[in-house]
């Protein structure tokens, strides 16, 4: 059975906990992952999509080490097997150019700026995938 997915991307651990327990109630209809880097999260998503499941929604921090997240939203934008999954940046850091970056070529769906309301965050997701 396709598993409906949404991940989850922070390189602080405490961040990425407090992100999650925020949209725990969702987990009862959704499969929340957690990853650390772009990577892992390009790592898993491969995984995801071979087994049939499919990517709802991503949540990335953008300054992580690596591959920031505007990159890596940028690049999943450009994958046509992740074109409708829906983009959110959480981020602290971003400068104006960064954001317009992601909007023009990563088509974020939602920016986020940290520290959020988890309400409002709850709010955002609900809206973006359903």
Same mark, same amino acid.
Do not use: C, G
């Given at each position: 059975m396709e598993k409906i997915v949404i991940v989850l991307i922070e390189d602080q651990?405490?961040?990425?906990?407090?992100?999650?327990?925020?949209?725990?109630?969702?987990?009862?209809?959704?499969?929340i992952e957690e990853c650390d880097s772009a990577d892992e999260a390009g790592?898993?998503?491969?995984?995801?999509?071979?087994e049939g499941d499919y990517v709802a929604l991503i949540i990335s921090d953008h300054i992580m080490p690596g591959k920031t997240g505007v990159d890596f939203l940028i690049e999943m934008n450009e994958d046509p097997?992740?074109?409708?999954?829906?983009?959110?940046?959480l981020t602290g850091l @971003?400068?104006?150019?960064?954001? &317009?970056n992601a909007i023009? /070529? @990563?088509?974020?769906?939602?920016? &986020?700026?940290?520290?959020? /309301?988890a309400a409002n965050l709850m709010n955002y997701v609900k809206e973006l995938i359903t």
């Open positions: 651990r405490e961040v990425l906990e407090a992100i999650a327990k925020d949209l725990a109630p969702l987990e009862d209809a959704f499969m790592e898993l998503m491969e995984n995801l999509d071979s097997r992740f074109e409708a999954t829906k983009k959110i940046l @971003a400068t104006h150019q960064d954001t &317009i023009n /070529n @990563a088509a974020i769906d939602r920016y &986020i700026e940290k520290p959020w /309301n």
